[in-house]
């Protein structure tokens, strides 16, 4: 992105992150832009839950992947967890676990 480091107090991204071919490099330039103490919003397709359903989603991806880069099975909020860059306040899966929502703060 061509913005300064720091730039912005909240940073959304939503439903994106399961088509970048680059997830964590994505990731990375979020954490960049966001000053410390800014908001990081994710909402995005997840693994499933329940495994009769993640079963299929692998199946969908043999065709999303190749055609559009598509990725249901990522998670990456698991980046987020555990790195000390973030304070993870909310996080949340709903529709089956396929999509999940995170909220956490760059720590100062």
């Not at 730039?7 to 071919?21: E, G, R, Y």
């Not at 190749?66 to 990522?74: D, I, K, N």
């Not at 860059?85 to 995170?102: K, P, Q, S, Y």
């Amino acid at each position: 992105l061509e913005f300064p480091d720091a730039s912005f107090d909240t940073v959304v991204c939503t439903f994106s992150l399961c088509a970048i071919p680059s997830p964590d490099v994505a990731l990375a330039e979020m954490t960049r832009v966001l000053r410390p103490g800014g908001t990081l919003l994710l909402a995005d397709h997840v693994p499933s839950s329940l495994r009769v359903v993640r079963w299929l989603q692998r199946l969908v991806e043999l065709v999303s992947i190749p055609v559009g880069g598509e990725h249901f099975l990522r998670r990456p909020s698991l980046a987020l967890v555990g790195d000390d860059t973030f304070a993870v306040e909310d996080i949340e899966r709903f529709n089956l676990g396929l999509v999940e929502r995170l909220q956490a703060r760059k720590r100062l």
